[in-house]
């Protein structure tokens, strides 16, 4: 009886064949991460369905009911005028918070100065200050030079609060930015405020765009500040008058209502998301890897 031997070609290597044990076990991590993923999925997806669920619910099945007293100014507030302060606070806040963030994200990161790790130290500091531990001093403060009930010391306030983690992504971002791309450009005959223009701008544009989300975000979705800061009601943003309409006798809360006002307010935000996420990822990775 001769046994057939299977000789392997010269300088190729003899690769064996998956066995089914193998198989199977790499068949079940799989299959427990698309699980996962399908609870994870769920447990985000869940609430949203409710929020549109009540949204279009009415007393008699689906309906437009909800949306339809958002829009009839009652109680003397008016829904497109309360979008329209949103939308100026918001969008000035983000347009001074980028700016002061940029500018001084790039000092910290390429302008070091005696003092400069302990400025930038103290500018992270401020992350531990509750802002309701000093909502009275400002109060005062905004009251003590005519900006108390004004849409621009609003904005002021929300920018300073934006402010540290704005500066704290910039110097990130620049601090990521290889040092010989604005030598370079130094070198060729830019000046310092050309080369931080054509040159590191550019390269820093995850980093300005996840900063421009956040404080978008936080500004868009602020309540606390404004019903605190505002006393007129023709100055109301979005959210302080929603929180408004949807209150009933007794403390109550009419939920649909709520929840119409809730989906027209987060439309804006999963849009801007959706266009603008590439760079929010790269620019919240920035400076992580040399």
Not at 235 to 262: C, E, F, H, R
Request: hydrophobic share 50%.
């Amino acid at each position: 009886m001769t046994q057939t031997q299977v000789l392997a070609t010269p300088g190729r290597p003899r690769i064996p064949s998956p066995s089914r044990g193998a198989g199977r076990t790499r068949m079940i991590p799989r299959g427990a991460w698309w699980v996962l993923a399908a609870c994870v999925a769920v447990l985000f997806l869940y609430p949203l369905w409710i929020l549109v669920r009540q949204a279009f619910t009415g007393p008699q099945g689906f309906s437009l009911e909800n949306f339809q007293h958002l829009n009839s100014d009652a109680g003397g507030i008016s829904l497109l005028g309360s979008l329209g302060n949103s939308l100026q606070v918001t969008v000035s806040t983000t347009l001074i918070t980028i700016v002061v963030a940029t500018l001084a994200g790039y000092a910290f990161a390429r302008l070091p100065f005696p003092g400069s790790r302990i400025a930038f130290f103290a500018t992270l500091i401020t992350f531990m200050v509750p802002f309701q531990a000093i909502i009275t001093p400002i109060y005062l403060t905004l009251k003590d030079i005519g900006l108390q009930n004004n849409l621009f010391g609003l904005t002021l306030v929300l920018s300073t609060f934006n402010l540290p983690f704005g500066i704290f992504l910039m110097r990130n971002s620049f601090a990521a930015i290889p040092p010989s791309i604005e030598e370079a450009a130094l070198v060729d005959g830019a000046s310092a405020f050309n080369a931080l223009w054509r040159v590191m701008l550019p390269n820093a544009v995850p980093g300005i765009v996840s900063t421009a989300l956040l404080t978008f975000f936080a500004a868009w979705n602020d309540f606390f500040a404004t019903l605190i800061l505002i006393t007129d009601q023709s100055k109301y943003t979005l959210p302080v008058s929603l929180g408004i309409l949807s209150a009933g006798q007794n403390n109550s809360v009419d939920w649909g209502l709520m929840q119409a006002g809730v989906l027209i307010t987060v439309v804006p935000c999963v849009v801007i998301y959706l266009i603008l996420q590439k760079y929010y990822t790269a620019g919240l990775l920035s400076g992580a890897v040399k």
